[in-house]
């Protein structure tokens, strides 16, 4: 005897997309293997390291704590859906190459959706917030200075494209 | 503009897909791919009385089910012992499924194959097996006593006991040195475990082609070729009909070189049984129990010195933990015991080693592999002669400094590849010198005091270290120039996020004089390149990156020459700049390397126009000599190894500044400050970034990171709740300066950066946090608990 | 590390809710934001045969601030409580402690009642709810409602007074009365992690200005969020004069936490004594008006 599935329809990077899902499969599984975006990376299944960390309408949320029948309706943003339709990287993205934040790239998908969420929270975020803004997620090899560089670098790459100054902090 | 890459800080060229998402980790790779999962033993120690698959059965979508009894001869073997050495007397290795006996938590006992992993793990829940429990051997000091034994025929649980020793200049013994020392101190010190924890596990995807009987297995591995070999041997498989690739790795810092792990035997085996694709990709709970584990160590030392501090005699007996099984050898405590030295002429030297068996996950190299608890042995004790002596700190290491001169320096004992240690080159006075400046050591006493005045508690503490690196026996590499001008180049070893693709093409862009965009770069694909050791050591940029620069040399000579006759020219007189290759003054008189590569293989069809060039029919080639010259073959490309004498040693200095909380015991990095050298940098930003990660692993293993494990053999903290990786807001900002002594012993003078940054850490928190609290700190790591148990039993 | 499997259910108002939870009897399990349930069923430690997703309950995700406290609905997320600035107003407290939990991403999810609910003893909230004296409402299908004190809430570690076919509707954070401060401290091993130890205080001064009242509740010393009356060990002096060591011994001597592998038994004493000191210390300074010395937003 099979287990249940469910029909879920999800709107991940802009488009709908449909699967049938026993109630059990954890969303990172869902968009991996369902979906076949493997960009979203899961390192612990416990909701610890970040890795799976996705943007659930919007907001950061651990694919791998979350089903994805409870995200049925929802929108979803993967690792795959920051860069522009064109294929531009979005300013995070640019900024973790420019600034070496990143090394085996393994964490690098949540700590993008992470922080592509905190700047359009936080535009201009200090130090300490960049800290806090990012201290749900794990990386084992950059020791995480050059990430903290890159946000902020991100923060300026968006307010360049804006046109509008850096809010708060300084500015040239 | 294109030729002098080496040494500026390319971006790399990794991650474009890393950042989009496009990055192909293992679990990514094998979409219909049958899963596997283990039934792993959840006791230390226990016989296996009966295993019951029956209620599994009747799991949908369960495929196989496999027992040790089920594996066909070789598969079923122990796994292999990858380093033998003579003092490993008592060497022994796992089963791929457990026979019989389990020896730690997390031993896989039976293997379960499914349509999916939750339905592998359905049934894997289902399995009942039936142990007898045995008393478990945990607590290295209480296995070494023999009351139990881990392996009934390994008395005293000891594996391997080992014995270097090098007398003073004057013939003296360490033992004698010491006692006729004017200064004798004696002293114990304990590491404890840890692990490399990369954030991707460890994963194996198999794909049998039973119509051409070929295998093609992707691994999560530091080494593809040998587990190549392993593959090959443990399946009976001709060695062409396998291929190993190790795709996008999510870092290994060290665990992902031991091989083959079970899984890489069985998952391979079952795809080839079942005709289908199968994959295992390990979950983080595994990871914790049935990888490997490093760290474990209990020291003794007795040191003599004189009033100035130099060491006259050190002698050092080290108990290491290997764990239940010692498939890398001994490998660890060999490095401990010789690069404990440091950057130190030391008076006469004994250490001995016993590496010991217990009931918990193996014991093999993590980052550092045995150096953190070496330089904690030796920082510690010049910690001790400077309290001991009222001395300064710094002081008392420059005493003892090997200096510029006495290079190459033969410390005299034998090192991990079998060889000599023999420093080749280094600048240990200068490095401290820098390292006082940047934290500022001159004036910390001034600002330690202001802050007393303000009831703040700080101390400051540093640690010295040298790292033999590149070790041998060989890379290689391969460069070829296709006739549409791309260079393509690949080695056998693999990567793990160093960023190889972009040093590598920095490397071969500068020999060839190519832009950098028309160079593409391969690890760790054996399609590709077959012959490699692996990626540890911190060896991938000195032994690949020498072999690429060797055979792009080749490549270069043999456009040269070709170039050279078509263009009528001496090639002495010729260079190649952006991928042109030019008489040097003669601006008209060039031919692009694309050409050159066109001429180098005479072709008997045209595919373009091009390739017309090269055909029997376009009158270029001399009539009196064959089209292929003797001792010449078609095609612009080479191949080379870089195989050297010895390890070429990087040093490094670190301190730091830390605050320490009065009433909640608290621990804060106020300031963590490097000096290193890692000889010629090829990419400055990556060697930091390479720093930067090591010391944070440092900072977790000094204040955070421990395998807790219980008088059972139960690993009480096998999560990321409760095994305390630190994040950002645990990680200091890092302050770094370099160093460049080029290593006389390779073409580019390079020494390797991989490891360094993890290696003193845990002595310079140790050194810093003695200084706050006037406390003596003798293991690591510490937490506020432990330095509010420490302040307590001092009485305060 | 894959969760078993289970009957799902996603009712979408609390009648059906409460209907579904009647019929699965014993082995059900709520699912809100599953920040803690989750890790549970992947690591199999937990396997409810039915699982009620109340993620489509839009009544239950609810911030309710009356003058006399904050009402927070079963659905309503850390974060969204954090950030009401009403919320803020009228409990500093609940700020303060829901910045401790977790990470933010964790908060994005989790919800504060799922917390409550999870009674976990190193966790910040039921420190909270207990020392505010609040309360949770369960309600059953057919059997109405019934409001359960934080003290009676807590029954043990992970454990509540939630009966099986039960929901938690809601929680009650009461606001504090005039000339009240409130603080909490903790220490953590990481930032984010559980606390080692902690503690929320509430300190009342009266007309004078001295300490009338002064209550802590202590995280992770003990099964339960441990709720100490320090009042008399205060005296009735003002905070300036008042005898914080005392007060601290006094912590310390009515504590009894266990050992695990980050702490000592007798660490986690001595820091819960430093921790609630220090908490009575900042909610006493506020209850005077002196201001926290913490930054208000950030």
């Known amino acids: 005897m099979g287990e249940a599935l469910h ?166 | 503009m294109t030729t002098r890459l080496f040494g500026e800080p390319v971006q790399r060229r990794e991650d ?54 089920d594996l066909p001869e070789r598969v079923r073997d122990p796994l292999p012992l990858l380093i033998p050495h003579p003092a490993l007397t008592h060497g022994r290795t796992a089963y791929p499924l457990a026979r019989e006996l389990v020896r730690h938590v997390g031993e896989p006992v039976v293997m379960v194959v499914a349509r999916d992993r939750y339905l592998a793990e359905d049934a894997a829940a289902l399995i009942e097996v039936d142990y007898e429990i045995l008393k478990p051997v945990v607590g290295i000091e209480e296995a070494a006593q023999g009351a139990h034994l881990v392996h009934q025929d390994v008395p005293g649980n000891l594996g391997a006991h080992l014995v270097q020793e090098v007398p003073s200049a004057a013939g003296r013994g360490a033992r004698e040195a010491v006692e006729a020392a004017p200064h004798v101190l004696s002293f114990r010190l304990d590491f404890e475990r840890s692990a490399s924890t990369p954030l991707e596990g460890r994963g194996v995807y198999a794909r049998w082609d039973a119509d051409d009987r070929s295998l093609r297995v992707y691994s999560s591995t530091q080494t593809s070729t040998s587990v190549r070999m392993a593959i090959a041997a443990k399946l009976g498989l001709p060695l062409p009909s396998v291929e190993v690739i190790a795709p996008d790795v999510g870092g290994g810092f060290g665990v992902k070189i031991v091989h ?16 289908r694709e199968v994959k295992w990709a390990e979950d983080r709970r595994e990871h914790f129990v049935s990888s490997a584990h490093e760290r474990g160590q209990v020291q003794h030392v007795r040191v003599g010195f004189d009033d100035e501090g130099h060491v006259l005699g050190l002698e050092v007996t080290i108990l290491h933990d290997h764990g239940a099984y010692t498939p890398y050898g001994i490998i660890v405590p060999i490095i401990t015991s010789t690069q404990l030295l440091g950057p130190y002429r030391i008076g006469a030297y004994r250490v001995e080693f016993s590496s010991i068996y217990t009931n918990t996950v193996q014991v093999t190299p993590y980052r550092g592999a045995g150096r953190p608890q070496g330089v904690f042995c030796m920082e510690r004790t010049m910690d001790r002669i400077a309290a001991h002596l009222g001395m300064d700190r710094a002081a008392v290491r420059a005493a003892n400094f090997i200096q510029p001169g006495d290079f ?91 960023g190889h693709e972009t040093v590598f093409a920095q490397i071969a862009a500068t020999e060839l004089g190519v832009p950098m965009s028309s160079v593409s770069v391969v690890t760790g694909d054996t399609r590709r390149f ?62 692009p390397l694309a050409t050159v590569a066109v001429l180098s293989n005479p072709l008997r069809y045209a595919f373009d126009e091009e390739a017309a060039r090269a055909t029997q029919f376009a009158g270029q080639a001399p009539m009196d000599r064959p089209p292929v010259e003797e001792g010449e073959e078609p095609g612009l490309e080479g191949r080379d190894y870089y195989s050297p004498v010895r390890s070429t040693f990087a040093s490094g200095m670190h301190a730091a500044i830390v605050e320490t909380d009065p009433d909640t015991a608290e621990i804060r990095i106020l300031r963590y400050a490097v000096v290193h050298d890692c000889g010629k940098l090829i990419n400055p930003m990556i060697v930091e970034g390479q720093i930067h990660g090591g010391v944070a692993q440092g900072v977790g293993g000094a204040l955070y990171e421990r395998m807790v494990y219980d008088g059972h053999g139960q690993l009480l903290n096998a999560s990321f709740m409760d095994f305390l990786m630190p994040y950002a807001t645990e990680v200091p900002a890092i302050e770094t300066a370099h160093l460049e002594t080029p290593s006389p012993l390779n073409p580019l003078g390079i020494k390797g950066a991989g490891e360094a940054g993890v290696i003193p850490v845990s002595a310079v928190i140790a050194s810093a946090i003695e200084d706050a609290e006037g406390l003596s700190v003798d293991r690591m790591p510490i937490s506020p608990s432990e330095l509010y148990e420490l302040r307590r039993s001092a009485g305060r | 590390m894959k969760p078993p499997p289970f009957d799902y259910h996603a009712p979408t108002d609390l ?80 700020r303060a402690a829901l910045r401790q939990v ?135 002096r003002p905070a300036a004069s008042a005898d914080w060591a005392a007060v601290a011994a006094a912590v310390r001597d009515r504590v009894d936490p266990e050992g695990d592998i980050h702490a000592t038994a007798d660490y986690r004493r001595h820091l819960t004594g430093v921790l609630a000191e220090r908490a009575l210390r900042v909610a006493a300074q506020e209850a005077a008006g002196e201001g926290t010395g913490e930054s208000a937003d950030g």
């Open chain 3, 15 to 94: 009648g059906e809710t409460l209907e579904v939870l009647a019929g699965a009897g014993a082995h059900a399990k709520v699912l809100a934001g599953g920040q803690s349930l989750i890790p549970l069923l992947n690591m199999r430690l937990a396997s409810p045969s039915h699982l009620v997703d109340i993620n489509r309950v839009a009544e239950l995700d609810t911030i309710v601030v009356r003058g006399g406290g904050v009402r927070v609905g079963a659905l309503a997320r850390h974060a969204a409580v954090e950030r009401s600035e009403a919320a803020a107003r009228a409990l500093p407290l609940l």
């Open chain 2, 408 to 498: 190459p320096y033969d410390q005299g004992l034998v090192f991990q590849d079998g060889r000599p240690l023999i420093y080749d080159s280094g600048d240990y006075p200068e490095s401290l010198r820098m390292l006082k400046e940047l934290i500022g050591w001159d004036g910390f006493p001034a600002m330690k005091a202001e802050a007393a005045a303000r009831g703040r508690r700080l101390g400051i503490g540093l640690g010295c270290y040298v790292e033999g690196t590149g070790v041998g026996p060989y890379e290689g590499g391969h460069v070829q120039v296709t006739s549409d001008g791309r260079v393509h180049v690949s080695t056998g070893l693999t990567s793990q996020g160093q």
């Open chain 3, 102 to 236: 977790a990470h933010p991403v964790i908060r994005n999810r989790g919800t504060v009642v799922g917390s409550l609910v999870h009674a976990d003893p190193s966790a910040e909230l039921p420190a909270v709810l207990t020392v505010l004296e609040g309360s949770v409402r369960l309600a059953r299908h057919g059997g109405g409602e019934r409001e359960v004190p934080a003290s009676e809430f807590f029954v043990g570690p992970l454990e509540s007074a939630l009966r099986p076919g039960e929901l938690a509707v809601s929680a009650f954070f009461p606001a504090l009365p005039p000339r009240a401060g409130s603080a909490f401290c903790e220490v953590a091993r990481r930032h984010g992690d559980y606390a080692v130890a902690g503690a929320a205080a509430v300190v009342v001064l009266d007309d004078d200005q001295r300490i009338a009242s002064a209550r802590v509740a202590c995280v992770s010393a003990g099964p339960v969020p441990v709720l100490l009356d320090l009042s008399e060990v205060c005296a009735r």
């Open chain 2, 530 to 591: 077959g012959y490699a050791v692996g990626t540890f050591a911190s060896r991938a940029a000195v032994m690949s990156g020498n072999a690429i620069a060797l055979a792009c040399r080749k490549v270069r000579d043999k456009a040269l020459r070709i170039a050279a006759e078509a263009l009528e020219a001496d090639p002495r007189d010729l260079e190649i700049e952006d991928g042109v290759v030019r008489v040097v003054g003669a601006p008209g008189a060039s031919l």
């Open chain 2, 260 to 275: 083959p792990w079970p899984e890489e035997v069985l998952v391979p085996w079952a795809a080839m049984l079942l005709r």
């Open chain 1, 7 to 172: 029909e879920i329809a999800l709107t991940v990077n802009g488009v709908v997309r449909r699967a049938r899902v026993p109630a059990r499969r954890l969303l990172s599984d869902c968009l991996r293997h369902d979906l076949g975006l493997t960009g979203t990376h899961v390192g612990c299944e416990h909701g610890v390291c970040g890795c799976c960390t996705v943007l659930m309408d919007g907001a950061p949320a651990r694919s791998c704590l979350t089903f994805a029948v409870t995200a049925d309706g929802h929108e979803i943003t993967t690792v795959e859906g920051l860069a522009g339709p064109d294929g531009a990287l979005s300013p995070v993205q640019r900024a973790f190459s420019e600034c070496h934040a990143l090394q085996c790239g393994f964490c690098t998908p949540g700590f993008l959706c992470t922080v592509t969420a905190l700047l359009r929270e936080t535009p201009a975020p200090t130090d300490e917030q960049v800290v806090e803004g990012i201290s749900g997620n794990l990386c084992r090899c950059t020791g995480y200075q050059n990430i903290v560089k890159a946000v902020h670098r991100a923060a300026e790459l968006i307010a360049d494209e804006d046109g509008t100054p850096a809010a708060a902090g300084g500015e040239a």
């Open chain 2, 16 to 69: 474009l897909r890393l950042i989009t998402g496009q990055g192909r980790y293992l679990d990514d790779l094998g979409h219909d791919a049958l899963a596997a999962a283990f039934v792993r033993s959840p006791h230390a120690h226990a016989r296996i009385r009966d295993i019951d698959v029956s209620a599994a059965l009747d799991v949908d979508g369960l495929v196989a089910i496999y027992t040790w009894e």
